[in-house]
């Protein structure tokens, strides 16, 4: 069974994630989207807007920080949420922390609008990111 096509444009989105195709993934992330993300650091809270959503990255990526998928576990989803389950590692230096994360998602026409993240070793993400 093939899965449903808000789970592909998902997958498609972590995937480019995952190999640094930055155009895949910014071209995945709707105008209106929000993400929420988890935890009690600087990169934390909510941000709105893709170009929001967008800078968020980019500023993780001036301030030397790194975040690796090391495993797209599985993608799930119908007409209403996608479920991702992944393995990601933050990098800072040489000060890492890995996870095990589940990120929930609201796909519409092929776009990512909101974004919840939740990781297993939030305390050691929040301490690696500063």
Aim: aromatic share 6%; proline share 2%; net charge negative.
């Amino acid at each position: 069974m093939a899965d449903h096509p808000n789970a592909e444009a998902a997958r498609t989105a972590i995937e480019a994630f995952a190999k640094g195709d930055v155009a895949t993934m910014a071209a995945s992330i709707a105008d209106d989207a929000t993400w929420h993300v988890p935890g009690s650091n600087r990169f934390s809270g909510d941000f709105k807007g893709g170009a929001a959503v967008l800078g968020r990255f980019q500023q993780m990526g001036e301030a030397g920080l790194h975040t690796s998928i090391d495993e797209i576990h599985d993608v799930v989803g119908g007409d209403d949420h996608v479920v991702a389950l992944v393995k990601l590692t933050i990098t800072a230096g040489d000060v890492s922390a890995s996870a095990g994360a589940v990120w929930v998602m609201h796909v519409k026409d092929g776009m990512l609008h909101d974004f919840w993240g939740m990781n297993d070793n939030q305390a050691e993400i929040d301490r690696v990111i500063g």
